[in-house]
């Protein structure tokens, strides 16, 4: 793919920082204030570009409550980035692996080890694109340049396709048309001019995290502030699925534990079996009706804890218990998830390995 000639030096991310200009003479001690100081600026950053990140938020929330599919796609540090949300977003909201899915220049290897020369690829981007993304997806793309051309590729084919596009930069030069969206991070030069994996990494995974967290929260995987569509597959997230069922449903230890064994492990759909006295199949079909929203549900308010009320998550299509695409009625939704529970248990054996495996497109 050929692209114009970018002027490398003049990008904000190649500028030198006047005030780390003395970084290998200070002491330990002075290096970490002063990275830290830079840090700071990095969260700064992230808060001006709020309205961005909002819109993109609610980009995501309609492309995902409709059957759409959220693809982040980078390279070198931003790629990893990328993969990293990508990978934590089944366990944290119990969502397949195929709903938030991630590409980095290079392929998995790269992940791993660097492989720099893959970001100039442009059209190796778009090839990802054109076998991954389709109408109705979001692809975000993340380049702390902004000129990334296997990003900016990738960017280009999956619009022609007709997804919506976002981009996620620390050049806030970056022209508007180059995303829907473009979320772009002023984090100014870095202590250690030019690399990115500091500052502009920052920047990035604080932005990323909102994405998602907001796009999910929205669509009803967390109940207020608490975690119910956690997968418990270790002690710890055992133990705090235990500690959910018991506060958010209302019940003692013994009959959180039941109440677990029963739903199978999902936190969310124990909670409204105790809240609503139902079985499981008959409170997964009022989650399903409810769009997987415990407040739209119907449980009632009990020491101040469920209930509706402002801000209610959005209906939209994503399985309650599993993350998947189910239809809104209650018939349907009923129906939708026996067979989501059944693809999920086979997505989940076929998922078993690396996190990162069931994550990163190889490009081809």
Known sequence: MRTRRVRYERLATERVDPRSADLDRLSPLRIARLMNRADRRAVQAVGRAAPAIGRAIELIVRALSRGGRLVFVGAGTSGRLGVIEAAECPPTFDTPPALVQAVIAGGRGAVFRSVEGAEDDGSAGARQMRRRARAGDVVVGIA??????????ALGEARRRGAATVLVTCNPDVPRRSARIVIALAVGPEVLAGSTRLKAGTATKL?????TTGAFARLGKV???RMVDLRPRSAKLRARALRLVAELGGVGAREAARLLAASAGSAKLAIAMARLGLSAGAARRRLNAAAGSLRRAGTGRRNGQLGAGSGSPVVGRLDPVRGQVASQTRHEGARDGRRTCSRASRAEGEA???????SVSEPR
């Open 144 to 153: 702390a340049s902004g000129v990334t051309p296997f990003v900016r590729g």
């Open 207 to 211: 932005a990323l995290n909102t994405l």
């Open 223 to 225: 109940h207020g502030n």
């Open 352 to 358: 078993s390995g690396s996190r990162i495996r069931a």
